[in-house]
């Protein structure tokens, strides 16, 4: 009996907090969000557990993201 396994990590975004839309430096669009970031361990593609979580400023447009500072 031959068992595979297959590990892998997930990454999910999710809007997070203030979500009054900015400027992106980047594409110049007021898309700029405020959001969560989590990597999972997932085994046969099933989520299982949080490995990290990031704050991010995100655009929904060009995807450039920059990790949120406290202040």
């Known amino acids: 009996m031959d068992f595979d396994f297959f590990f892998g990590c997930k ?3 999710k ?6 839309p900015r400027i ?5 669009n ?10 999972w361990l ?3 593609w099933v989520p299982i557990m949080p490995t990290s979580t990031k704050h991010l400023w995100t655009c929904n447009i060009c995807q450039w993201n920059l990790k949120r500072q406290d202040g």
Not at 24 to 28: K, L, S
Not at 31 to 36: C, F, G, I, R, T
């Open 11 to 13: 990454s999910t975004v």
């Open 15 to 20: 809007p997070e907090g203030d979500q009054r």
């Open 24 to 28: 992106c430096p980047r594409c110049h």
């Open 30 to 39: 007021a898309s700029v969000m405020s959001a969560k970031q989590r990597n």
């Open 42 to 44: 997932d085994i046969c």
